[in-house]
């Protein structure tokens, strides 16, 4: 008789636990990375996460995806999961929410209809990003819809003068580590496409490291009283890109988006009285 597909997925989805709840030794430990002209260390270059991190921060089983007529090219793979600990530690109505916003991702992540990603996520979309360092500032221009953000360094008492997609960046180095406090986002990105949000409230630390010549290690804590019951981390590594010419190239999604962004305003005055 033919193992029914939960037995033949038992295994592997056992071993994958397993092996993600396992301590994982650090990579890198002592590297020095190059300096700048400045004595800073040097991340320069052009960088991509791996993995299943845009889809669900969290560890998750393989599931069908939004777009049915692809068949498995359109499924959603399995992932390990970037969050320390496991599980975000959602206050119960946040977890509401969250579990609401999962059911009907399609219709409402921003990143669906092209709107700036925000602070972490912009790290970890399927796009690559370029880092550019001076004295001053440390400039992150993404891939995904064009979208940067300028880390200002030393400057501890610059406030942000209004919330932003990509929120407000200072910056200071602490030995090889940059480190960015991140304030003043909306309350409308999500960390991923399996809903997992946060208020106006939310304040991202953020460290990057050099573990070695082509890797770097991506930390950030998050801290939403409104949200969470505690702050929370994730951590994964960066991948630096070394293709033959490598580059930034265009991805406007805006006209990706247009017809969808569109046909909801359109359903919305429908709707009206």
Known sequence: MKRSLMERTAVPVLVAIVLGAAPVV????????????????????????????????????ARPGPVVEMGALGAVPAGL??????????????????????????????????????????NYLPFPFQIVQTPDHVLIAYEFASASRVIYMNR???????DTWMGHSRGRWEGETLVVDV????????????????TDAIHVEERWTATSPHHLQYEATITDENVYREPWKISLPLYRRID?????????????????????LRKGADSSP
């Open 26 to 61: 650090a990579q890198g430990a002592g590297y020095t990375a190059p300096r700048t002209h400045d004595g800073k260390p040097d991340l320069n270059g052009i960088w991509q996460a791996l993995g299943a991190t845009h889809w669900d921060i969290e560890a998750h089983a």
């Open 81 to 122: 999961g970037v969050v320390e600990g496991g599980k975000i530690p959602y206050l119960p109505d946040a977890l509401e929410l969250r579990n609401q916003n999962r059911e009907n991702w399609m219709e409402l992540d921003p990143v669906v209809k092209c709107y700036m990603p925000g602070i972490p996520r912009a």
């Open 156 to 162: 501890p008492d610059f406030e942000a003068p209004f």
């Open 183 to 198: 304030t003043s986002q909306v309350p409308d990105t999500w960390f991923d496409s399996s809903g997992n949000h946060h």
């Open 244 to 264: 033959p010419n490598m580059q930034l190239l265009e991805f406007k999604c805006v006209e990706f988006a247009e017809e969808l962004m569109y046909g909801h």
